[in-house]
């Protein structure tokens, strides 16, 4: 088997989903960290296709798969869509090669075909069962040292498994781990279809591709023992194993679909940014310093393998909301364009067949501070953007009435001079009439505000004033007056 090199000092790291469904949160975050130390080390980030499981791999959940990533802005070397120089990347395009390297290993007598049958099994099962309801079956070797093989029938082909010994590894996260051999059993390596199990078939492909460093969720080290004893059969260089905290649930329970949202295009549709994902989901497992919020770049920059840490994490919607406020808060985070650009579908979603760029980027402003996400950022933007507000009843029916004409219509002359139509001075010449009629500006602040937004709550109203502009804040407010004297 020949062993491909990223040369020195350049690691070679993968990300390896199963295309069976949506792309769980979690394995982003272990797509992610290998992300971050590829780019931040000039290595390789190998994505590879795990479709073995052929009655739930679907060509739909394979593009999620590209979609969500791309989304991300996590871009791959090689893989499918991009290739490479050790493809294919689908792991039944490579069905052939593992049908080679299972026959090597039983030539050399390091594995042997399995003639055993379903039922056979199950009735040995149910047998240790009944001697001990505690213990754990492991297969008895019955083909282990035969050479008998029957013609015509079906067989998996197993692992000869050392019975005695131990495998040691020094993981990045979790130091030296230990397992006795005496807890293996001669595993399956290939099935009698030809397609492989999941340790064979990702030790063939880590070797024939070439990583230099697997690093998955920690719920794959009960993996790392039985593949380190196939990487030792082959005779292949071992690769470095970074293990992951886990993403836990609220409850400490496996985080799950019933926990809320875990897909990734979910966040995506909730209105969450990319950035904003990848900022939250490295928390898990990784932290520098007191920081918390982060850019792409500042994550590349600081990632190293010695801030993870071995505890797991609770998965917290409020702080993921407050890490995505943070985001969109910052322009620097989230530069108008960029902000323009991804929150142009949800006000599509709204009704805004053609989004008036120039009108969002000057209402940025009074949206930075106040949404959480996009969904949040349309809504607040939509009075903006629209010829007249959307009037919520109840704010009219308790701010539109009678008495609020003349305070209507006075702010509105009040102001009708500004030339400068800024904050600073719609507020200076707003509060000069106040006090020259007595009054205060809670006395016309909510009615003003139902007037020009359509709501009973909004950004500040002088900010609101000078985003509108004079010719629609002056109509609406006169619209407003007309609509509580019709109350009369």
């Known amino acids: 088997m020949t062993v491909p090199s990223g040369g020195p000092g350049k690691p070679r790291v993968r990300f390896a989903p199963s295309p069976t469904g949506y792309l769980h949160i979690g394995g982003v975050r272990t797509a992610l960290f290998n992300w971050l130390w590829a780019r931040k080390t000039g290595g390789t980030f190998v994505l590879r296709i795990e479709d073995t ?19 991300l802005g996590m871009d791959w070397d090689e893989g499918p869509q991009v290739g490479g120089n050790f493809g294919p990347y689908t792991q039944t395009e490579r069905l052939a090669l593992y049908r080679e390297q299972a026959d090597k290993l039983v030539a050399e007598g390091k594995a042997y075909r399995c003639y055993a049958t379903r039922e056979e099994l199950d009735a040995a099962r149910e047998e240790l069962k009944k001697r001990d309801p505690k213990a754990e079956f492991k297969y008895p070797g019955w083909w282990r040292d035969r050479t008998d093989w029957p013609e015509g029938k079906k067989y998996v082909i197993r692992f000869k498994a050392p019975q005695t010994g131990v495998v040691t590894y020094v993981d990045k996260v979790f130091g030296e781990v230990t397992t006795p051999n005496s807890e293996q059993q001669d595993f399956v390596l290939l099935r009698s279809d030809g397609v492989p199990l999941y340790n064979f078939g990702a030790v063939v492909d880590d070797i024939t591709m070439g990583m230099t460093l697997v690093a998955r969720g920690r719920d794959h080290m009960v993996n790392t023992p039985p593949q380190i004893l196939l990487y030792e059969a082959f005779g292949a260089p071992l690769p470095d194993f970074a293990h992951l905290p886990m993403m836990l649930a609220p409850s400490g329970k496996k985080l799950s679909k019933r926990d809320g949202a875990v897909s990734v295009t979910e966040y995506k549709d909730m209105g969450y940014t990319p950035d904003a994902v990848l900022n939250y989901l490295v928390r898990f497992g990784w932290s520098h310093g007191d920081q918390e919020v982060f850019s792409k770049q500042q994550l590349i920059d ?47 979603a709204r009704g805004f067949s053609k989004v008036d760029v120039a009108k969002v980027k000057s209402a940025l402003p009074a949206v930075r501070e106040r949404a959480r996400t996009l969904i949040e950022a349309a809504d607040a933007l939509d009075f903006f953007l629209r010829d007249e507000p959307v009037m919520d009843a109840k704010a009219v029916e308790k701010f539109l009435v009678p008495a609020s004409v003349p305070l209507l219509r006075g702010l509105a002359d009040s102001i009708r001079t500004s030339e400068a ?68």
């Open 53 to 71: 499981d052929r009655e739930r791999s679907t060509d739909e959940s394979r593009q999620v798969i590209f979609d969500a990533l791309t989304w």
């Open 421 to 488: 139509w800024a904050e600073a001075d719609l507020d200076a010449k707003a509060h000069a009439w106040l006090a020259e009629k007595g009054l205060l500006i809670k006395d016309v602040a909510q009615s003003a505000r139902v007037a020009l937004t359509g709501r009973s709550a909004s950004p500040g109203l002088f900010q609101v004033i000078a985003i509108l502009g004079r010719e629609t804040a002056l109509a609406r407010l006169e619209a407003a007056a007309k609509i509580a004297a019709a109350r009369t």
């Open 302 to 348: 600081a990632f190293s393998w010695e801030a993870c840490g071995r505890g797991d994490g609770k998965f917290d919607t409020k702080k993921f909301l407050a890490i995505s406020f943070e985001h969109l808060k910052s322009a620097e985070l989230t530069p108008d364009d960029a902000y323009v650009a991804r929150v142009t579908p949800f006000l599509e």
